[in-house]
């Protein structure tokens, strides 16, 4: 966990995005808090958190006194997930990989929290939080659905690139080839690469463009003709 102090995030009438990436682990303790800035008796502040036992089923709450909270969040188990909360004036709208997933109401001023914000536990240090957090970013505005898109785009892309990834190679020999792409978000696709010998010559590099698929990693040492 991580404890930071609470001052520059006791939200009150401010709006307000939480962003990061989160992977649970499949067993967590009852009430297990992704993050917390909430104090008690009265309940002031808001937190992120399992609801009960219900494992890795998550609702955004804010209070002012009493709490309010949003309709149940599901996050898969073992999976690299991006989640953002946002809370502009009454409302609050959870994003899973930039997908509105719930809301909720609430007051328009919550109250000040007295203890700092927590990230993995509450911010009492208690209802521990499994699994593993990365990209934790704070924002004391709203952000806006293109906004949120984008930074899931950026932040979900690695190795070659953008939205359609190209890779080059050269075969040993002409034939059909079968070349297996693992993308960001875990997903496998194959595709058929067909090399034909140019006439009296070499082969030339031959390109695989998948359309509409996250950045993929293509490792031209496991390439076998058929």
């Not at 890795?56 to 009493?66: I, K, V």
């Not at 914000?117 to 970013?137: C, V």
């Not at 190795?159 to 297996?180: E, H, K, S």
Request: aromatic share 10%; glycine share 8%.
């Amino acid at each position: 966990y991580i404890s930071m102090a609470g001052a520059p995030f006791r939200f009150t009438t401010e709006s307000f995005t939480f962003s990061l990436w989160v992977k649970p682990n499949a067993s967590q303790n009852s009430h297990a808090t992704i993050f917390s800035c909430m104090s008690y008796s009265p309940h002031h502040g808001y937190f992120f958190r399992q609801f009960a036992g219900a494992t890795n089923t998550y609702r955004f709450q804010a209070a002012a006194g009493s709490t309010s909270y949003t309709s149940n969040v599901t996050l898969a188990a073992n999976v690299w997930q991006h989640v953002v909360i946002v809370k502009s004036g009454t409302t609050s709208t959870v994003y899973v990989n930039a997908a509105a997933v719930a809301t909720g109401t609430h007051a328009a001023t919550l109250g000040a929290a007295s203890l700092d914000l927590n990230l993995g536990r509450d911010s009492t240090a208690i209802s521990y939080w499994t699994g593993l957090i990365d990209e934790f970013a704070v924002w004391s505005r709203a952000l806006s659905p293109t906004e949120i898109a984008a930074i899931y785009d950026q932040q979900s892309k690695t190795g070659l690139g953008v939205a359609t990834a190209t890779a080059a190679f050269t075969p040993d020999i002409a034939g059909t080839y079968t070349v297996q792409l693992t993308v960001a978000d875990g997903v496998s696709v194959t595709a058929d690469a067909v090399i034909a010998v140019p006439g009296g010559g070499g082969l030339s590099p031959a390109s695989l463009s998948p359309a509409n698929l996250a950045p993929a990693t293509l490792a031209p040492s496991a390439l076998a003709p058929k």
